[in-house]
Every structure is written in C-alpha cells, then in structure tokens.
Nanobody, 124 residues
Framework: QLQLVESGGGLVQPGGSLRLSCAASGFTLDYYAIGWFRQAPGKEREGVSC????????NYADSVKGRFIISRDNAKNTVYLHMDSLKPEDTAIYYC?????????????????WGQGTQVTVSS
C-alpha cells in the first residue's frame, strides 16, 4: 500500500522553528518530485515548496522564500521541510505529496499521492 505520512507539526510561537517530515512506505520516493502544500481554515490549498527527485531543483512560494528549506534523504525515503521565522499566517494543515512526473511544480494537480497532513499552529 502506497502511503505518505507527515510528522513534526505542533504549536510554536511566532519567530520559532519546526521541521516537518514526510515518510513514504510501500514505494520509494527516489523517482518522484515531492511537494509540500498547506491549507488554512477557510482558504484554498496552496503549494509551499517542492523538490525534484535528484535534489537538483527546488521551488518555493514567495510567502516562504528565505524562511523555509526543503530537503530530502532518499536513503531514508523521507523529505523534510525546515521552517524558520514562523508567522501566524503560516498556521495551516501541511501536506506532502508525490509527483511521478518529477515536475517540481507548486500546482496540486500534478501530485498523485498525498499524506493525511500535520497541523502547524503559530501563536503566542
């Protein structure tokens, strides 16, 4: 069974940091671009960041550039999203997803496999 599982979410104060993990089971992530998306209450899902299968290409939404870093460890079959300088507007459920076409796009329609999400809350 193909599965993505996110972890690492939680409650953090503004200006704090979190590292999210996306672990795959039932398949290897080696050949997939992996994206991180988020959805806040009452808002549409938005692409946050993505990384190509070989790590050579990354992409970030303007709202997180300079604060978030995406990385992957194919040996561990895991992708990470390191988030610094968190703001209240970063509060959302964060999802990871896999694109077999390796497009490194922030548009969700390219992603075939999705995790269940992890909640990130930035509040004092």
């Amino acid at each position: 069974q193909l599965q993505l599982v996110e972890s690492g979410g939680g409650l953090v104060q503004p200006g704090g940091s979190l590292r999210l993990s996306c672990a795959a089971s039932g398949f290897t992530l080696d050949y997939y671009a992996i994206g991180w998306f988020r959805q806040a209450p009452g808002k549409e899902r938005e692409g946050v960041s993505c990384i190509s299968s070989g790590r050579e290409t990354t992409n970030y939404a303007d709202s997180v550039k300079g604060r978030f870093i995406i990385s992957r460890d194919n040996a561990k079959n895991t992708v990470y999203l390191h988030m610094d300088s968190l703001k209240p507007e970063d509060t959302a459920i964060y999802y990871c997803a896999a694109d077999p076409g390796n497009r490194v796009a922030l548009e969700s329609q390219f992603y075939h496999y999705w995790g269940q999400g992890t909640q990130v809350t930035v509040s004092s």
